[in-house]
């Protein structure tokens, strides 16, 4: 019975230093993982951070293709309005110049029109004159 008791103790004792060391070991474990999700949680806020960085970088080649885009698009814009407003002049200016032309016209065929008659008068003058003399 002494035996048995003392093979008993030797096992609790046993089981004790079992237990003891279980328990060290996880507190060593709840130890290690409490480090490892905090290095983890420090690593998914410095991918956050590194990727709302690249969305903003993103966001701003973005915004800065669309203002070269804008800046384009205005130099045409620009470019076109001045072509239609020379345009717009000379258009203007030949029609300035078709009325002048116009006018120029009609006053050339009145001048030739008055020409023809002044002809037709100094013609008929001077068959009167013709006819005095021979009589």
């Not at 507190?27 to 806020?45: H, K, N, P």
């Not at 205005?74 to 072509?83: G, Q, T, Y």
């Not at 239609?84 to 200016?93: F, P, Y």
């Not at 020409?115 to 100094?122: A, D, F, P, S």
């Amino acid at each position: 019975m002494v035996q048995l008791r003392s093979e008993l103790e030797s096992v609790c004792a046993e089981r004790d230093r079992v237990l003891s060391e279980r328990t060290g070991d996880m507190e060593e474990m709840s130890s290690r993982i409490s480090a490892v999700t905090e290095e983890r949680d420090q690593l998914l806020e410095t991918l956050q951070r590194l990727t709302d960085k690249h969305e903003q970088q993103q966001q701003d080649d973005v915004l800065v293709q669309v203002r070269e885009q804008l800046q384009m698009a205005c130099a045409e814009r620009d470019h076109l309005l001045s072509e239609k407003n020379k345009s717009d002049l000379e258009n203007t200016l030949l029609e300035e110049v078709q009325t002048s032309l116009a006018s120029v016209t009609e006053e050339r065929e009145q001048l030739l029109e008055i020409l023809k008659v002044n002809r037709e008068e100094k013609n008929q003058l001077r068959r009167d004159l013709e006819e005095k003399e021979e009589t």
